[in-house]
């Protein structure tokens, strides 16, 4: 079973950074995309970032510009550099590797907890 296991998040004032880790238990991610997802309360999980196997990037509307995913297969890990964060950034971000392929399911992490906070 692959475990992924976030990491980096905290309390952070409007306009600072923050760099979230996800690491993989086992060398998966030449074969699945990669992704951060955040959960705000009552809110629907929604995709922040995501990068392809081949090393394609896409990123939600609000945080283009401002985020950044990059991928480290030799380290089983992929980021997500965040800066000019802002309250409504707050939320639990989620590692999510997707196997693309409906017979081979997905993984998440456990999660990991940011507030932009002043």
């Known amino acids: 079973q692959v475990q992924l296991v976030e990491s980096g998040g905290g309390l952070v004032q409007p306009g600072g950074s923050l760099r979230l880790s996800c690491t993989a238990s086992?060398?998966?991610?030449?074969?699945?995309?990669m992704g951060w997802y955040r959960q705000a309360p009552g809110k629907q999980r929604e995709l922040v970032a995501r990068i392809r196997s081949g090393g394609s990037t896409n990123y939600a509307d609000s945080a283009k510009g401002r985020f950044t995913i990059s991928r480290d297969n030799a380290k089983n890990t992929v980021y997500l550099q965040m800066n000019s964060l802002q309250p409504g950034d707050t939320a639990v971000y989620y590692c999510?590797?997707?196997?693309?392929?409906?017979?081979?399911?997905?993984?998440w992490g456990q999660g990991t907890q940011v507030t932009v906070s002043s």
């Open positions: 999510n590797a997707d196997s693309r392929l409906q017979w081979v399911r997905d993984y």
């Open positions: 086992e060398s998966i991610f030449s074969r699945y995309d």
